[in-house]
């Protein structure tokens, strides 16, 4: 997903129409197949270290390219991809994403251990300054860069973002 042409992702996740993440992925480099990643921890691993260590089939037990894929991209659901090389989040926080309703974006915000709903980066940086058990999170593994969500994935009269035009009236994008 992380964002190589946006059609093949290194990796991505996917979203239902409860708005937050359901299914983690990740595509092939070889084979381009999409598979399923059990968890967002090890999710997070991957997307952490996706640009030196590319995800394959076989980094999964006992699947190889040859292995039918786990998911399809299409509009059965809609996917959201992520930017490459995100930090994993910090230990015992929880990193949540929630898709706006009119399906324009996701919004970004962590739980601190102690179930604090954390939204901007100034509120990290005052918890941790506030609660020493912390202090060894990193500040950089804080990150709110939100994955890009797919608008050919999106739900039917689900606009996402206005399209733009160009001067001639074709889509820019
Ligand atoms: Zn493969």
């Known amino acids: 997903m992380d964002e190589q042409t946006e059609k093949s992702p290194p990796k991505q ?6 708005r937050s993440i359901d299914i983690y992925a990740a595509q092939c480099e070889k084979c381009l197949k999409w598979r ?7 999710y997070e ?18 699947i190889s390219c040859r292995d ?12 959201v991809i992520d930017k490459p090389g995100l930090p994993k989040t910090p230990r015992g926080f929880k990193r949540s994403l929630v898709l706006r309703k009119d399906y324009s974006k996701m919004d970004a915000y962590y739980i601190t251990p102690t ?5 901007t980066r100034n509120e990290i940086a005052a918890f941790i300054d506030a609660n020493q058990d912390y202090k060894n999170a990193p500040l950089g593994d804080f990150n709110f860069t939100v994955p890009k969500v797919m608008e050919d994935t999106i739900p039917c009269g689900m606009s996402g973002r206005t399209p733009k035009r160009s001067k001639d009236g074709l889509p820019i994008d």
């Not at 996740?13 to 409860?18: E, I, L, Q, R, W």
């Open 13 to 18: 996740k996917a979203v239902t129409p409860g």
């Open 115 to 119: 179930g604090k709903k954390l939204r």
């Open 45 to 62: 691993e991957i997307r952490s270290k996706i640009l030196e260590n590319p995800f394959a089939c076989e980094k999964k037990e006992g």
């Open 36 to 42: 399923k990643i059990d968890t967002q921890e090890l």
């Open 68 to 79: 039918a894929g786990d998911l399809e991209y299409d509009s059965s659901r809609t996917w």
